[in-house]
């Protein structure tokens, strides 16, 4: 066992699971779909902008489920936001381009990024650029899946609809993502939750 301090707090933890169980697996897949789909169904309410959420909080849980959970996290937000289009009316079938690229939220941050925590400016800026990079990408495949479904052309999604998603989804990411890393982290490594390897 390890001891991990700060100024603030000290915490026990135990050495994070290999991820090698079925059942942990499925867990981490499951909880993982409820709470970034539950994020992705709330957000529905929220004014829209071509039919998209302009308010989006699912990415802020997205890397935090990949860093803990790593494919299975991944695979986690893909199956969230195509069950909370179900409720909503939405046909997931035409749009499993966007869907996938959800999971870049988590797999990015999961290879990229890999630390439980952001305890530093330098941690932060990191962070951050994987973050960007994630809304970047997530982004032109939500602008060409419109494009792909006849609702916005590309060209005009590009100037409209991608800053939109890029923006609000990045400032998501970098100031509520760094909060729920640093304050749940400790515990899900404590609990040995974590897994140690991406699949």
Known sequence: ??????????VETKPSGVGGTLASRLVAVVITALIFGALVYVSRFAPRVFGLQIIYPAPSVGP???IWFGAWGALGTVLGTTISQLPAGLNPLVWIPANLAQSLYAILPAIFYRKDTVGSVGDWLRFAVVSAVACVLVSLVLVW?????????????????FPVTVIGNLLWMVIVGPLILNVVSPYVVKAGLKFRNFF
Not at 146 to 160: K, Y
């Open 1 to 10: 066992m390890t001891v991990e301090r700060d100024a603030t707090r000290s």
């Open 64 to 66: 935090a489920f990949g």
């Open 145 to 161: 899946n419109l494009d792909l479904n006849g609702t916005v052309p590309f060209g005009v999604g590009i100037e409209s609809v």
